[in-house]
Every structure is written in C-alpha cells, then in structure tokens.
C-alpha cells in the first residue's frame, strides 16, 4: 500500500501525495479504490494536474496559469489520456434532484454548474477519445458523427447560458443539459475497457507528448478490463516510458487482478461518512438542512434523496415496506396505490422499487452493498423470491408505458405478493 494498509481520507491521502510529489520519487502507478463519492477522482486529477503542469519550480505545482493547469479544468490537455467506463447515470441522479435546492442560492447555483460541466467534459472525451466503439446506428457514419459535434458544441453553449436570475429556469435549463449529457454519453459502448481501446493507448504512450515532456494516463474503472486487455497492459504498466504517469480508480481492490496491484501504489478511500455526505451536501450544493445520511451507501445515493421529488419516492418506499408488513389487515393498500396513480408517480416510484430490489439481489447473493440502506430494507428476502418480483416490477412498468393501463392493482399486487413471501419460511 502506498501509505499503511488501511483506507484514509481524501485529506490524508493529500498529505501523502504532497511527500511523494517534493520527493521526486513518484511512483509510476498508482491505483485509488474506493466507493463513489470517496474522493478517488478528485485526488487522481489533482495529481494528473501538478505532474502535468510546467512550471519550471517543482514546489509551485499546480501553478494554475500554464497551458497544462488551464485545460485541465476541462480535460482537454492533449497530454491527458482518459480511459473511463465509469457509469455516470448515478452522477446525472444526484445532480438532477439535488437542483431545485442548489440553484436557491448563487453559491449552491455555481457550484452545481461547476459539477455538470466536469461531468459534460468527461463524457464528451470518453466520446471523443476514439477508444471506445461507437454504437450501431443509421445513416451514413461521417454525416452522424458530424451531427454528434455540433450537438456537443450546441450543449457547451448552453451551459454558457443557464439563467442566472430565474430559479425555475435555470432548473429546467440544468436538468436538460444533464438530460443531454446522459444521451451523448450512450453514443459509445463503454461498460466494459474494450481491448482496442488499451492498444490505442499503448501507441500513444510510444510517440512523444504533444505539449510537454510529461503525460498522464487516467483510467476509471480498471475493475472492468477484460483479462486479455490486462495482459497487454501490464508491460506498459510495470515500465512506462520516461515521463509517464498512469492512475487508476476502481470501486474496491477486490475486483482488480493481483497482477494490476501488485505494480502499483494503493491509495485505498474510505467509504464517506455520514457526517462527510451532509456537509457535501450543504456546503457543495447548498442544502440549508440536508436530510439523514445514515444507511447511504454511497455520495451519489444520498445526494438523490436529497431532491424534492427524490424524497417524496422515499416516502413512497417507506410506506410501501409498511404496508407489506401488515397487508392482510390494511386496507390502506389500495388508498395508497390509487394515490400514487393519482399524483402520476406510479411509474418513478416502480422505477426506484426496482433499483432497490436489484439493491438487495446482488447483495444477497454477492455481498457487495450490504451495508446500503435499499438493501438493508430488502436482506430478509431470498434471492430467488428477489429475482421474481424484479421481472413482475418491470413488466408493469413496461405495461404502463407502452398501454398506459392503471397501475393501482398492479402495485397493490406486489405489496400482497411481499407480504406473502414474508409469512413463509426463510
């Protein structure tokens, strides 16, 4: 481990970085785990920033002038080669619900701009990268990528453009560009680090840097390699050429081959507290009174909870759990279910019910996540029970968009079809 076997701060890892960097003596990988909302990507673009920058006195950097620090803000340095399969659909979540609360103040408004625009550069270069295949589409290849630039381009304008003294607008503008981010970011395929991709980035590492001596490679998500792409990787990653610095992010060092962590430096996060996802969430984005943290599994989920619309589905969930404990006598299963269709948020609340069934499947049958409070509501429940009830929560949401029929006796079909599973053996 770079610095002790146990998982530190943001904070201390600063700290060690800061050592390491006035030493001289950098490592040539290093691989940052954590859980999302950590603080890894922070850190890994902090560094990528102060070994990129070219400042003649290694104790000014980042300088915050140069040409390096000035298009790192936008991920846009040459020398930067971003490799990410990270979902952002978490991310557009959060930032989607947290900004009717964000943009009640100029600092929360700023602030939650700042953050779409760093998701947008990042996509727009997972897009532009030429590391990822692109999805099959129609028409004639050179017209639609033509046509994927000038909408990037049209969306950069209207970050450019957010009202600044209409609240109501500036949401509806915000929420649209997040919208839009979500689209151009399924233009390519990127679940998974393709092996085409890493190649791409071996014969870049074999030319010179473009604008300076130095270069950085950042790769989100090494957990998804494929084992043929690691193969190929570990030569370049073992001895890099001169002036190379490669950083990796994964969720957990579980995921990641031994052959990758042993050639590197661990910087291992620990998962945020409560206490830290609060302050984040009233001094980042200007929550006067943020709600709970505890039971969150990660920064992204709680910030979700955060929206107006966001916590009235958590209300919903809460009193749908309620409901399945005493359905045999409550008649208010059906008050609740009409009321849901009646307020038009039978479709968001099924949508959330099965993120949260999913939730407890892959923890019940890996383990991973456990410790979220979706799964935690659902541990009690066999896998196999889980696995049904997500098909039945999906083919009535699929039902409701496709033949708009009444989704009432539909959800109060789960609450019985719950309540069921809860009297028989486990």
């Known amino acids: 481990m770079a610095d002790g076997t146990q998982p530190g701060s943001l904070e201390k890892h600063r700290e060690w970085v800061a050592r390491v960097f006035a030493s001289g003596r950098i490592p040539h990988g290093i691989l940052l785990a954590g859980a999302p909302g950590s603080g890894k990507l922070t850190l890994a673009l902090e560094m990528a920033r102060r070994f990129l920058c070219h400042a003649p006195d290694p104790g000014s950097r980042p300088c915050g002038t140069c040409i390096a620090c000035r298009e790192m803000l936008t991920l846009r340095y040459p020398d930067l080669i971003l490799f990410s399969s990270r979902d952002v659909v978490p991310e557009v979540r959060a930032l989607t619900a947290l900004a009717s609360r964000a943009v009640e103040t100029p600092a929360g408004r700023d602030r939650l701009i700042q953050a779409v625009r760093r998701l947008f550069y990042r996509v727009v270069n997972r897009v532009n990268g030429g590391y990822f295949k692109p999805k099959e589409a129609t028409g004639t290849a050179g017209k639609k990528e033509e046509d994927d630039q000038v909408r990037i381009a049209g969306l950069e304008r209207k970050l450019d453009e957010i009202p600044e ?33 890493i190649q791409e980035i071996i ?46 992010t994964c969720t957990g060092l579980d995921a990641v081959l031994p052959t990758i962590r042993s050639r590197a430096a661990i910087l291992p996060f620990k998962r945020p507290g409560s206490a830290l996802m609060a302050a984040i969430a009233r001094d980042r984005f200007g929550c006067s009174q943020p709600g709970d943290a505890e039971g969150y599994g990660d920064l992204w989920e709680y910030l979700e909870s955060q929206g107006e619309e966001a916590r009235a589905v958590h209300g919903d969930l809460a009193r749908f759990m309620d409901l399945v404990r005493s359905a045999d006598r409550d008649p208010e299963m059906f008050e609740f279910a009409k009321d849901l269709e009646k307020r038009e948020a039978a479709q968001v609340f099924l949508q959330t019910l099965a993120d949260l069934v999913a939730a407890g499947l892959v923890a019940a049958e890996t383990g991973h996540g456990r410790e979220r409070l979706q799964a935690m509501a659902l541990s009690h429940f066999r896998p196999v029970f889980l696995r049904r009830i997500f098909r039945e929560i999906n083919t009535l949401a699929e039902g409701m968009t496709r033949n708009n029929f009444s989704a009432s006796q539909g959800i109060v079909a789960l609450i019985l079809a719950f309540w069921l599973e809860e009297q028989g053996p486990r």
């Open 165 to 197: 003294n209409d609240a109501a607008a500036a949401v509806n503008a915000i929420q649209g560009v997040l919208e839009e981010i979500l689209e151009i970011d399924e233009l390519v395929a990127h679940a998974m680090l393709p092996m085409a991709g």
């Open 203 to 248: 014969r870049a590492l074999s030319r010179k840097p473009l604008l300076g001596e130095r270069r950085v490679v950042l790769i989100e998500g090494i957990q998804t390699f494929r084992v043929e792409g690691v193969n190929a990787f570990l030569k370049t990653l073992e001895e890099p050429p001169a002036g190379t610095l490669i950083l990796m």
